[in-house]
């Protein structure tokens, strides 16, 4: 196998041998390559074609969404959505199966071709393939609440046709900056999607107390899953509580008035293992990040959507939660209510400041910025993962001085949420802005911001600090390139996938670097 579409990956080069360090086997990458090919020999026959359905671009975006780390790790489902993919190119251009002089136009690729090419070549391409596999994540969330954007489907096409042509490095580098553009349009749209479906996130307390009887844990990124699940557990006895990067839900108003939505347990993704171990609840996941059940809890662990792994129930688009509900209910819960605390020992965190909930306080911010109380604004956000390197995220929260705001977001939170930083002018001085995808409400406010102080984003007293694992973040950063931020910091290590070259590229261009040290980052952001 090769895979080094992670931060965790190998070596800090690739995933080879019988198992990635995620615990995908080489059967399993074997077939996520194959779907690619498949998905690339879609996009050209798209591209071949103008006969394209709604079910075209689903696909497209379920088969690329499948092959995110920690999302499917069953070859049967894989090797199911394989044949979706023919099935649906055979729909567009059966014909090529019947000719007898085959152009090879429409041709399924075959993704070695990717993995042994020039390294700045793979590197470039690799950034598209990783960048579009996340924003397809975002697309799917979209789409499951009937939103969807002809330009970023049509863009899903173009990018995988690119993967598969022979192109150099200055047009594979504008496809790269494009896959940022688009995911900016394409986590705007799920950002409609989800205040339109489920109304303006607010600032929300959530307990980390479990009651006792029966209870829920959801976990991944799906609004509309944790929406049914609340509907049909509804007056049954059972409470919910959010997981990992489900715990911004509890700020939409739609969501948040079933009285059944109680709190949140755990922390983030890689805790999996330890936290779900011993808990009398199941477990239903709607997204990433899955990590491989220990077998003392996987007849616990539900998934639904394109989330799959061997020997777990897999709930369908019938999404009858039942299997779930009857697990819930034959566990029973604890016996009397239970006090978890978060990483910092914290019994409570808060979530809900998106856009429109800090910028309703932009007058505040202005003046506080204008008076000098506050000095400096941070973003500390991204995911999380298993690496001791990762501690710095919670150092670099605890020692931003009394006079800077930390804007937060996505799974890496989980290491300092729980803090209680204290106030700016009424102001929280951490300030939760929901999942990964919320990137898209932390560039809006600084959009704001710069608008309102006349300079550029660049110009602000704000500095990117980032952690990357998997996909989304890929398209999230090359969004930020695509808006030509600089100096962003990034950890807990760089991508693989960046050949030398390339990072030299972002480094004169962006001057992105690597974190170093929390007290040496600080001194230094401060100062730009
Ligand atoms: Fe965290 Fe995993 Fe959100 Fe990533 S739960 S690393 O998928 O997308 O962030
Ligand atoms: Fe390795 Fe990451 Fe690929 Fe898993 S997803 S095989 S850990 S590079």
Redesign the pocket.
């Known amino acids: 196998?090769f895979?080094?579409?992670?931060?965790?990956?190998?070596g800090c080069t690739?995933?080879t041998g019988n198992t990635?360090?995620?615990?995908?086997k080489a059967d399993t990458?074997q077939l996520q390559d194959e779907l690619t090919g498949a998905l690339i020999g879609l996009a050209r026959a798209v591209d071949d074609t103008s006969a394209v359905s709604k079910k075209t671009w689903q696909t497209i975006i379920e088969g690329l969404f499948t092959t995110i780390?920690?999302v499917s790790f069953d070859n049967a489902a894989i090797e199911d959505m394989i044949q979706k993919v023919r099935a649906e190119k055979d729909s567009l251009v059966g014909d090529c199966n019947k000719c007898q002089s085959p152009c090879g136009r429409t041709d399924e690729y075959d993704m070695q071709q990717l993995w042994n090419a020039d390294e700045d070549i793979r590197s470039l391409k690799s950034l598209i393939l990783f960048g579009i596999r996340g924003m397809a994540a975002y697309a799917y969330h979209a789409y499951v609440l009937n939103f969807e954007d002809p330009e970023v489907n049509q863009f899903f096409c173009e990018a995988l046709f690119r993967i598969g042509y022979a192109e150099s490095m200055d047009e594979l580098l504008q496809t790269v900056l494009k896959v940022g553009e688009i995911n900016l349009k394409c986590m705007a749209l799920l950002d409609k999607a989800n205040t339109q479906t489920y109304g303006t996130p607010e600032p929300t307390d959530v307990t980390l107390t479990v009651e006792k009887g029966p209870f829920i844990v959801v976990t991944g990124h799906d609004l509309k899953d944790l929406q049914l699940l609340l509907e049909q557990t509804n007056g049954k006895g059972i409470n919910i509580y959010t997981h990992g990067e489900m715990l911004p839900a509890h700020a939409y108003p739609l969501l948040k008035k079933f009285p059944h939505l109680k709190g949140n347990f755990g922390t983030a993704w890689q805790n999996q293992q330890k936290e779900f171990d011993h808990i009398p609840a199941p477990i239903l996941y709607t997204t990433n990040c899955l990590m491989p059940p220990k077998s003392s809890y996987i007849d616990r662990v539900f998934t639904t959507e394109v989330v799959a792994f061997p020997g777990t129930v897999h709930i369908d688009e019938q999404k009858d939660f039942t299997p779930v509900i009857e697990k819930a209910l034959e566990l029973g819960g604890y016996k009397e209510d239970q006090t978890f605390t978060g990483i910092n020992g914290g019994t409570q965190v808060t979530t809900g400041f998106g856009h429109s909930a800090i910028l309703s306080h932009a007058d505040t911010v202005i003046e506080a910025v204008k008076s000098g109380a506050i000095r400096h604004f941070f973003l500390v956000a991204g995911c999380d993962g298993a690496k001791p390197g990762r501690n710095y995220y919670t150092e670099f929260v605890k020692q931003t001085p009394s006079d800077s705001i930390v804007l937060t977001l996505a799974c890496g939170k989980f290491r300092f949420n729980d803090l209680n930083l204290g106030e700016i002018g009424g102001l929280p001085r951490l300030m939760d802005m929901g999942q990964c995808n919320d990137a898209y409400g932390a560039i809006q406010v600084a959009i704001a911001l710069a608008d309102a102080f006349g300079c550029s984003v660049n110009e602000l007293p704000l500095s990117f600090v980032l952690s990357w694992y998997?996909q989304k973040a890929v398209c999230i950063l090359l969004t930020l390139l695509h808006l030509g931020i600089k100096n962003i910091r990034l950890g807990p290590s760089l991508p693989?996938f960046l050949s030398p070259n390339i990072l030299n590229f972002l480094v004169e261009n962006y001057g992105i670097a690597p974190i170093t040290t929390p007290e040496e980052d600080i001194k230094v952001l401060l100062k730009q």
């Open positions: 196998m895979c080094f579409q992670c931060e965790q990956t190998a690739g995933c990635g360090v995620c615990g995908k990458a780390t920690n998997e693989a």
